[in-house]
């Protein structure tokens, strides 16, 4: 099975709040690098067909339209869940029976490999999703051909998720497929995971992260 993966990305300037102790001035260019290390890694993953951005923001549609992503506008403009149900009915509209994947825009960490192994895990079943690091919120949700994605994402999503129907995927050595970044300590976990080209040029100019 081949996965059409769809990644909700907000306004640059709007992106990561939680990160500008750490960043600075520096808090929108890592979100788009976050965004261009999870899209390429996501397009080099042999379990994925495609990548669907759904984004308002111009530049990181340049961007990661270059990475060879497929650009579709935020016309809820009604936060991520309504963002990703958006999404998947945009893929849908062009393939009906395509199985859809919701997965964040920060995993900078993020390894093809370790993605392929949640997506062969995920195809077990009509509706799953993967746990983040912190064990509290979900990365990634999927919903096989004729399954609703349903997404729940955010605070406590993880139980939300649960709650949903959707099976939880108990997988071990797929970290960088979980860390997420929020923080300063989310991105010194990342960094250490080791990131993609694109955040480690960025965090280049990082002094401190904390």
Not at 89 to 94: G, H, N, P, W
Not at 123 to 143: E, H, N, Q, V, Y
């Amino acid at each position: 099975m081949q996965w059409t993966l769809v990644i909700p990305l907000k306004p640059l300037v709007r992106a990561k709040s939680r990160l500008a102790p750490a960043a600075g001035g520096l808090r929108p260019g890592l979100a788009l690098a976050f965004a261009q290390d999870t899209v390429a890694a996501a397009a080099a993953c042999t379990a994925v067909r495609d990548v669907v951005v759904v984004t308002d923001d111009v530049r990181a549609a340049r961007e990661l339209a270059a990475l060879g992503a497929r650009i579709v506008p935020d016309t809820p403009q009604a936060g991520l869940n309504a963002a990703l149900t958006h999404g998947a009915a945009s893929v849908r509209s062009l393939r009906p029976a395509a199985p859809v994947v919701a997965m964040n825009a920060d995993l900078p960490a993020l390894r093809p490999a370790e993605l392929a192994r949640v997506l062969t895990a995920a195809a077990a079943f009509p509706r799953a999703f993967l746990p983040d690091a912190a064990g509290i919120g979900t990365t990634l949700l999927s919903a096989s051909a004729g399954t609703e994605l349903l997404p729940a994402f955010g605070t406590a999503s993880r139980a939300r998720h649960t709650a949903s129907g959707a099976a939880e995927l108990p997988l071990d050595g797929v970290a960088s497929v979980r860390q997420d970044v929020d923080t300063g300590d989310d991105l010194r976990v990342a960094l250490a995971l080791g990131v993609g080209p694109y955040t480690a040029k960025t965090t280049a100019g990082l002094l401190t992260v904390d």
